[in-house]
């Protein structure tokens, strides 16, 4: 095994920054040591959104985004390494996620793409990345998302006590931990992301505070039904989607066959969905005693009470009550899926994804010797 400090790198569907954590690893035991998190610059987000929206883009706009994406996160990492004094001698190695600008997980050509050069990442820091975690899972025949669970699986397992795990990030997914169970989990659909773009489109702000602006509207509920009768949200496990199917265009399209709603209530009937989306599929997969949250979404007080009312049986608490930070969990997941790969060990759950098999993710960009001769 290769114990040791390790880095965790990722830049999610709601773009609001790349965050940088850096874990002393050792087998299942992950300690959080730093966090940061490095601004994304206004002109690169923009340039993400037109390719993950289905804008027309050159192939030469898209190598370009790779190399600025991978100096990008280099200089997140360097400038975490800087604030905590660390040499590249001092980090066994980086899981850098990369953005995800496309996520096709169905068809007869499945992939996703994630941008940011590894190349550049191993180049200008020194250390050792793994990267790319998730087309060999989907060379498998699995989703290649979502990857998280098996982390949760790690680190969050109870031996008596039922526990979903929940991310509301751009999109929200899922872990089922039952004691004795094999770990179940998946996509639910969007978390923030449709709100976010919906008072981005109304009030340029890049989200809905405390959800203020949602608690100040009506639900809607022919636009909810609408919503809900998306065909997605019918789709059996295992499932994941991204920004490529769910942004303003797909509001847009439900309220075509709704009329005219006033935007506060259609901010309020956004909020509502992501509650229940999430909460309906919880409830379809069994028991629970517990629902553990991460992501920012968790920041949310307004979605927290209504994802709380929707399920009176469970205990509903942010995952930094069972001592694992909210806002780090993703970062820290690679941080541990890149301690998995560079000791050999397989990091993708079958049962979660539907790959045929167990696999080592990713690929090793080795640190180069010859670099600070
Ligand atoms: N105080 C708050 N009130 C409301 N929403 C908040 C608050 N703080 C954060 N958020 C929401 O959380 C989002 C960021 O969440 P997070 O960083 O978990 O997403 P991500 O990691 O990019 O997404 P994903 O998990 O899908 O990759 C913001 O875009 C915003 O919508
Ligand atoms: C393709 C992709 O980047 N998917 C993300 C996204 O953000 C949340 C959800 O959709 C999840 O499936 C996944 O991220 C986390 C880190 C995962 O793989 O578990």
């Not at 200008?124 to 982390?151: C, E, S």
Request: aromatic content about 6%; some cysteine.
């Amino acid at each position: 095994m290769h114990t040791g400090r390790y880095i965790g790198v990722m830049s999610g569907t709601s773009l609001d920054g790349i965050d940088v954590v850096l874990a002393a690893i050792d087998q299942n035991i992950v300690a959080l040591q730093a966090s940061y998190c490095h601004p994304m610059p206004l002109e690169i987000r923009r340039q993400i959104l037109s390719i993950n929206q289905g804008q027309s883009v050159t192939l030469s706009q898209i190598g370009q985004l790779d190399t600025r994406l991978g100096r990008l996160f280099s200089d997140a990492i360097l400038a975490l390494m800087a604030r905590e004094g660390l040499t590249r001698r001092d980090i066994v190695a980086i899981g850098c996620h990369g953005q995800t600008v496309w996520h096709e997980p169905q068809g007869d050509a499945p992939f996703s793409m994630q941008l940011g050069d590894n190349n550049t990442v191993a180049t200008r820091t020194g250390v050792t990345v793994v990267g790319d975690f998730r087309r060999r899972d989907m060379a498998l025949g699995g989703q290649g998302a979502p990857l998280v669970p098996a982390f949760h699986r790690a680190l969050l397992t109870h031996p008596n006590e039922r526990r979903v795990i929940l991310n509301i990030g751009g999109i929200a997914n899922v872990s089922l931990l039952s004691p004795g169970e094999v770990v179940r989990g998946f996509d639910t659909g969007p978390g923030n992301i449709l709100m976010d773009a919906w008072i981005w489109h109304h009030h340029q702000r890049p989200y809905d505070k405390d959800g203020q602006w949602a608690s100040s509207g009506q639900i809607d509920t022919a636009l909810l039904d609408a919503m809900l009768a998306d065909p997605w949200f019918q789709r059996p496990v295992p499932k994941s989607t991204g920004r490529e199917y769910f942004n303003y265009g797909w509001i847009e399209n439900k309220l075509a066959d709704c009329g005219p709603i006033a935007a506060e209530n259609v901010q309020a009937t956004l909020l509502a969905l992501t509650a229940i989306s999430i909460t309906d599929l919880i409830k379809q997969q069994g028991e629970w005693d517990r629902l553990l949250v991460c992501g920012g979404g968790g920041h949310n007080n307004v979605l927290m009470q209504q994802i709380s009312a929707r399920v009176p049986a469970i205990q509903v608490a942010l995952t930094d009550e069972v001592g694992i930070s909210s806002d780090d969990m993703e970062a820290l997941a690679f941080s541990w899926l890149a301690y998995r790969t560079v000791s050999g060990l397989p990091g993708n759950l079958p049962a979660v994804t539907g790959a045929k098999d167990f696999t080592v993710l990713g690929a090793i960009y080795p640190a180069n010797p010859l670099d600070g001769r």
